[in-house]
């Protein structure tokens, strides 16, 4: 029996009380009876009412709001205007969820919803394919229980997404994933993943090709430059028109043996196989080597300062950071006019990270430049880089060696006040003094 039904009984036997107390108090049978039918009556409209509510309640989903009387004509009047207007709201959130996954299912992209502990709470269809999901079964899971690649886990562990994560080791080995996490509301992340397959074999493509030409062109351009050499070299030719021609075809020659080697090395840098070469670097010894190397490039037109601040060394390829490095000094002693001078400084910073800057008194560069700098063949000013002599691959160099070592790439600026670039190396890459022999 009910809550409901056992209350209804004790309601019943407390009147059937009360009119025995009255009969027997004021010896009055028929006012007694008469409070007893009259409450009795009285009861069995609300019991009837209440009834017919709490059969409602059992079932409200499929029944209709019950139509009273009395007093309960207006009580389940305002109830049923309360539940169409709640059936109206949950039609109305309803339609706009499937409209919502409707529209996500549609997007090119994979989209999964993870709530504070990476649990799934929803996919798309195109997720479903890329992480090899059921949307049913695997609903509540955590994602790293499904997607168990190293690099995914970590990089969800990581908890800084500025940057999506390329993932190649994937449940189909032929596909290429861009992967993005987005956080929203208080505790959820957005999963974003694309199929970017075909661009990665069109880069593939686009960087065998140019090696294969730079490749290609390395051999006949070292048989001209040598001819143009052996030319210039004969002490019989008088022709200052022939001696002026010559020496533009070796200068140009040149620039184009620069230009190939420089894309062979950009090449070299963004093949995914050729694994960064581990070394202890003493960055003190390869300072000394960029500045004799810059004060024999500036051949004594700039003051070429050194300043060693820390005598840390870092972990790292020295051949790569020599080209980095170097590329640097370079550019600074290029771009500064003569009598300018020019700072190579090793530092440690506050946080812990090592910061390698060439800071220059030169020309300077204007704002809008500074972001593409380290574009293939951007050029600030074509001219003044022909004469120059520069390639426009120095700092795409700089760029892909600093990330194979983890490094960011900094630029300050000001036209007519020079300035400053600097590799910032993670504190990872630390090695502190008396630590193992340097390379």
């Not at 009147?15 to 009876?33: G, K, M, N, Q, R």
Request: aromatic share 8%; net charge negative; glycine share 6%.
């Amino acid at each position: 029996m009910s809550d409901f039904w056992q209350r209804a009984l004790v309601y019943s036997f407390t009147i059937f009380v009360i009119s025995l107390l009255i009969w027997a108090i004021a010896d009055a049978l028929p006012a007694a009876l008469f409070f007893g039918v009259a409450m009795w009556l009285r009861i069995i409209h609300h019991l009837r009412n209440l009834a017919a509510f709490d059969s409602w309640l059992s079932n409200a989903d499929t029944q209709e709001v019950p139509v009273g009387t009395g007093m309960w004509e207006d009580v389940f009047a305002v109830l049923d205007k309360l539940v169409k207007q709640r059936r109206k709201d949950h039609e109305q959130y309803a339609a706009a969820l499937q409209q919502m996954q409707q529209a996500t299912s549609a997007l090119p992209e994979g989209v999964v919803i993870l709530d504070d502990a990476d649990r799934i709470e929803w996919c798309n269809p195109l997720a479903e394919r890329h992480f090899g999901l059921d949307a049913k079964r695997d609903m509540g899971q955590q994602i790293t229980y499904l997607a168990r690649q190293p690099e995914f886990v970590q990089y969800l562990d990581r908890n800084v997404f500025t940057e999506p994560l390329v993932l190649r080791d994937t449940r189909h080995e032929d596909l290429v994933l861009s992967i993005k996490l987005i956080a929203y509301g208080s505790s959820k992340r957005l999963l974003i993943s694309r199929d970017i397959t075909h661009l990665e074999r069109i880069e593939t493509m686009r960087r065998d090709f140019v090696a294969n030409v730079s490749h290609e062109l390395r051999t006949p351009l070292t048989v001209v430059n040598g001819f143009v050499e052996t030319m210039q070299d004969m002490p019989n030719l008088e022709n200052d028109m022939a001696r002026r021609a010559l020496k533009l075809m070796g200068d140009q020659t040149s620039r184009m043996e620069r230009l190939v080697d420089d894309l062979l090395t950009l090449s070299r840098l963004e093949n995914e196989q050729n694994v960064l070469q581990e070394e202890q670097v003493n960055v003190q010894e390869l300072m000394h080597t960029l500045l004799e190397e810059g004060r024999s490039l500036s051949n004594g037109q700039h003051v070429l300062k050194l300043e060693l601040e820390s005598d840390v060394r870092i972990g790292g390829c020295g051949n790569e950071l020599h080209s980095a490095f170097g590329n640097l000094v370079t550019n600074a002693v290029r771009y500064t006019p003569p009598g300018g001078e020019v700072v190579l400084r090793w530092s440690e910073q506050p946080d812990g990270h090592m910061a390698f800057s060439v800071k220059d008194s030169g020309i300077g560069i204007a704002p809008q430049h500074i972001s593409r700098l380290t574009e293939r063949f951007y050029r600030v000013d074509r001219s003044r880089s022909r004469e120059t002599g520069g390639t426009g691959l120095g700092l795409a160099i700089v760029k892909h060696i600093a990330m194979r070592h983890q490094a960011q790439l900094n630029i300050s600026s000001a036209e007519g006040k020079g300035s400053t670039f600097s590799v910032v190396f993670p504190e990872k890459r630390r090695i502190p003094p008396g630590v193992g022999a340097g390379a």
